[in-house]
């Protein structure tokens, strides 16, 4: 029988280990803790379209060879919103990276009146649209099927407030009573484009070697092609060879705009050009100077210079833009969805 003394250093010893074997648990359950409430947020990093497209744009014009000075107008804005963080106790990995996203309005105008009126018409126009756009601030920079009707909405209004515009300008001076512009413009948001028209220049989307026309020609030549479209033409301004019936200017209660909606896809080339150009350049030629794919800047030029080359009178203006989308962004995105999302 073990002494009194054998059984109390056991007891002793026991008390110990259990101890210890104690203390171990609790360590482990704290390590367990603090890696649960340490360990990296599972939020993913939400990027829409809009924050990965963009466009290169470039434009020219040129006088042309019977117009004593260019009442052409040229306008690119891009619109925009942002999420930057400025003060937080927050680490880096637990928030968005800087955010932006953007959508792009393109227009063209050619002024009606080839004296100074016409060159103020088309700087009024593009002007006017400008300021109404921050006056009214609601940019749609992401497109989804319940905000279409929205942002074709707007456009009409915006037309409208151009068209009003010209009115009162061309009351308040006798010399500008005629002032009328054609005004035809693209928004481009995420992969959808907009495009509003009226008058004769036009919008084409170039894609895979084909130039494909955006826009009809609102004169009375092509109201001849299409006989069972009726108009008025007491509001009708002569521009050269053509007699344009829809106008921005050209009656009170405002032009008929042509407004449609199309799906962009990554290497698109959008195209906005006056009259100028497609009076005397075939769209075989101009689609063989898109097909070189070079630099926007330098296809605007060589199409002016087609223009000028072929003896065209009139003003002529070329807009070009190339649209893309990101896709080393977009991948990314994907790739975090999918490890985020469950089996």
């Not at 921050?134 to 905000?147: H, L």
Request: with cysteine; net charge negative; hydrophobic share 40%.
């Amino acid at each position: 029988m073990a002494d009194g003394s054998s059984v109390s250093t056991f007891a002793k010893a026991n008390l110990i280990v259990t101890s210890k074997t104690m203390t171990d648990d609790q360590t482990d359950r704290d390590d367990e803790w603090r890696g649960i409430v340490s360990r990296p947020l599972d939020i993913p990093t939400f990027q829409p379209l809009s924050s990965a497209v963009g466009i290169d744009a470039a434009a020219a014009s040129s006088c042309g060879k019977a117009r004593s000075q260019n009442t052409d107008h040229y306008l690119v804005v891009r619109f925009g919103r942002l999420q930057q963080t400025m003060l937080t106790s927050l680490v880096a990995a637990d928030l968005p990276p800087p955010f932006e996203e953007y959508a792009y309005a393109m227009l063209v105008a050619d002024g009606l009146d080839e004296e100074g009126g016409g060159a103020r018409a088309s700087r009024l126009a593009l002007s006017t649209v400008a300021h109404l756009a921050i006056r009214y601030g609601k940019w749609n920079v992401r497109i989804a099927p319940d905000n279409i009707a929205e942002v074709v909405e707007q456009s009409e209004l915006l037309y409208r407030e151009v068209n009003n515009a010209m009115r009162e300008a061309s009351r308040a001076e006798i010399q500008l009573a005629d002032m009328a512009a054609s005004l035809t413009a693209l928004y481009i948001a995420g992969a959808d484009l907009f495009y509003m028209h009226v008058g004769h220049s036009r919008a084409y989307l170039f894609r895979n070697g084909v130039l494909i026309p955006l826009t009809t020609d609102q004169t009375l030549e092509q109201l001849r092609r299409d006989a069972h479209k009726p108009t008025l033409l007491d509001q009708a301004k002569r521009d050269l060879a053509h007699v344009v019936i829809e106008t921005i200017g050209g009656s009170p209660s405002g032009p008929d705009v042509t407004i449609e909606h199309v799906q962009l896809w990554s290497g698109d080339r959008v195209i906005l050009c006056t009259n100028g150009l497609t009076d005397v350049v075939s769209t075989d030629a101009i689609a063989d100077v898109l097909a070189a794919q070079r630099r926007p800047a330098e296809e605007c030029q060589r199409l002016v210079d087609l223009a000028l080359a072929a003896g065209g009178p009139d003003n002529v203006t070329v807009l070009v833009a190339d649209y893309w989308i990101n896709q080393a962004r977009r991948t990314t995105q994907f790739e975090r969805q999918a490890a985020t999302s469950p089996a």
